[in-house]
């Protein structure tokens, strides 16, 4: 299927909690790929981390939705509404829901070197390109990892995704620009009781719907 809409960056994470540095790599690589928005996917739970010490999906959408202000970036907590977990499913159904949209799936490079952990990563790849972004003291084992062993072949530079350049998959473009050492586990590190400050935050219901992003027509 051919998509020619509005080109998408998905950023998932665990935003636990957001912070400048998802900010900056988001507009970044927004500017860098000419994408026309990016969308935070705000993760129930990462299938790979515990589930101690994160704060409660609601409030965690919370403090994304105050760091992602008066920028093109769209907070969602989709997975949520779309009982996935897996990032597999959930860029499976988004492109079924969002068929004339382009997207390309964003992660720091901490990612791609733990990328050969998770679900069918191979299909993850064949289905949407993979932009990666740097991000201090993880490149080298991004570079080493066996998911780029695979994914080496299928490297693109940044000129293919720009000026309406054609989106296949697999592709892997990696964005290179000022490091930010940002992270949530420093803040968490300099504030322990951030997530318990928030145990109780927002605890009935979902995490409202409009944070999730309308659903459109499926005919392209
Ligand atoms: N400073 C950064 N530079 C590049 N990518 C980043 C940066 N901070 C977060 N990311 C990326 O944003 C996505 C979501 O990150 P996440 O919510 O896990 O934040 P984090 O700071 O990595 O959290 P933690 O320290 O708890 O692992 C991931 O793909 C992560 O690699
Ligand atoms: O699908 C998987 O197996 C999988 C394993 C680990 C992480 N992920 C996703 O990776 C994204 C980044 O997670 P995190 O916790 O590092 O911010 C987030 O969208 C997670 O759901 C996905």
Redesign the pocket.
Known sequence: MSRTGPRIGL??????P??G??RR?SLFAKEALGLDEVWWLVSPGNPLKPKKGMAPLAARVAAATAQAKRAPIRVTAIERELGTRYTVDTLRAITNRFPKRRFVW??????LAQFHLWRDWRGIARRMPIAV???PGYDAEAVASPAMAWLRRFQRPLSSFRNGGEWSAPALVTLRFD????????I?RADPDWASRHAGFSPRDQVTHRLIPAREETTT
């Open positions: 950023l998932g994470g665990s935003f636990n957001a912070h540095g998802h790599v964003l992660m720091g490079a901490d990612n972004i740097a991000r490091p930010d050492p940002r992270s949530a586990t420093a968490r």
